[in-house]
């Protein structure tokens, strides 16, 4: 892994130290991100999971309070995104949990928990529709997460990079797999990520949902993973920078004809 993610992950084991131990948890009434990109494409948009990010580890795009957090997802949602991804991790993301449990109040479309799982405990910190793991930090762990992720009625974003990683989610019971295009031992991007793996994923797995992550800057960049197979594009820092809601908008109408 990079330096960059060995901090984040060092960071988050500190954080989830803290963390209470689980009590009894109730089941969640999830919203369905199937039939949010369904609705979509039906509508001959492009699925749109717009991400309330305020920064990342080399970028710094606005300070958000829970209130900004929900006025933001709500200019998304009416934009026409699909569903809206939330970074709550507070250290090198600037998110909160309270960012994500405002959105998910503010808006009807479903909502990503976007974070570094590491441990069952932080399955049950908050209430969402999606919970991203990622498959190169939980390794062998991941059927594990994914499974107790369904029993709380979790939706499990499986994020991949590479050949290896992707083989050892499709031999999950993930329903929605992520390509991540940004490399995170070396953290660069390359589109051509998308177009390598989604085939793949396609002609093993049908019916599974295909998300392409980072480096979706443009309409053209949405058209060319969409175009290689991927249903729908999670996209953050090319959405917060500037006007929302025109940037949200481009990128869901950059389908149409």
């Known amino acids: 892994?990079?330096?960059?993610?060995?901090?984040?992950?060092?960071?988050?084991?500190?954080?989830?130290?803290?963390l209470a131990d689980v009590g009894t948890p109730q089941t969640i009434s999830t919203r369905s991100l199937t039939r949010s990109i369904?609705?979509?494409?039906?509508?001959q948009y492009i699925p749109v999971i717009a991400e309330v990010k305020p920064a990342s580890p080399t970028t710094h795009n606005r300070e958000v309070t829970p209130a900004d957090a929900a006025q933001i997802a709500r200019t998304m949602e009416k934009a026409g995104a699909?569903?809206?991804?939330?970074?709550?991790e507070p250290d090198f993301f600037h998110g909160s949990l309270e960012n994500l449990e405002h959105v998910r109040q503010a808006v009807?479309?479903?909502?990503?928990?976007?974070?570094?799982?590491?441990?069952?405990?932080?399955?049950?910190?908050?209430?969402?529709?999606?919970?991203?793991?990622?498959?190169?930090i939980l390794g062998d762990r991941l059927p594990g997460f994914i499974a107790l992720a369904k029993d709380r009625r979790l939706q499990p974003l499986v994020e991949v990079h590479?050949?290896?990683?992707?083989?050892?989610?499709?031999?999950?019971?993930?329903?929605?797999?992520?390509?991540?295009?940004?490399?995170?031992?070396?953290?660069?991007?390359?589109?051509?990520?998308?177009?390598?793996?989604?085939?793949?994923?396609r002609k093993h797995s049908p019916d599974m949902i295909i998300i392409s992550e980072s480096g979706i800057l443009t309409p053209q960049d949405a058209v060319r993973v969409i175009r290689a197979g991927a249903d729908a594009v999670l996209v953050g820092t090319s959405i917060m920078k500037g006007d929302i809601y025109e940037?949200?908008?481009?990128?869901?109408e950059a389908g149409i004809i």
């Open 1 to 18: 892994m990079n330096r960059i993610i060995e901090n984040i992950i060092s960071a988050t084991e500190n954080r989830v130290n803290n």
């Open 38 to 43: 369904k609705y979509a494409k039906d509508s």
């Open 82 to 88: 699909c569903a809206i991804s939330v970074l709550t």
């Open 108 to 136: 009807s479309i479903p909502v990503l928990r976007k974070d570094f799982i590491i441990d069952e405990r932080q399955l049950y910190e908050v209430e969402s529709d999606l919970i991203l793991l990622i498959a190169g």
């Open 162 to 201: 590479d050949r290896v990683e992707l083989v050892a989610a499709l031999d999950t019971d993930a329903d929605i797999i992520g390509i991540n295009n940004r490399n995170l031992k070396t953290m660069e991007i390359d589109l051509a990520t998308t177009e390598e793996l989604a085939p793949i994923i």
């Open 247 to 252: 940037n949200t908008k481009l990128l869901v």
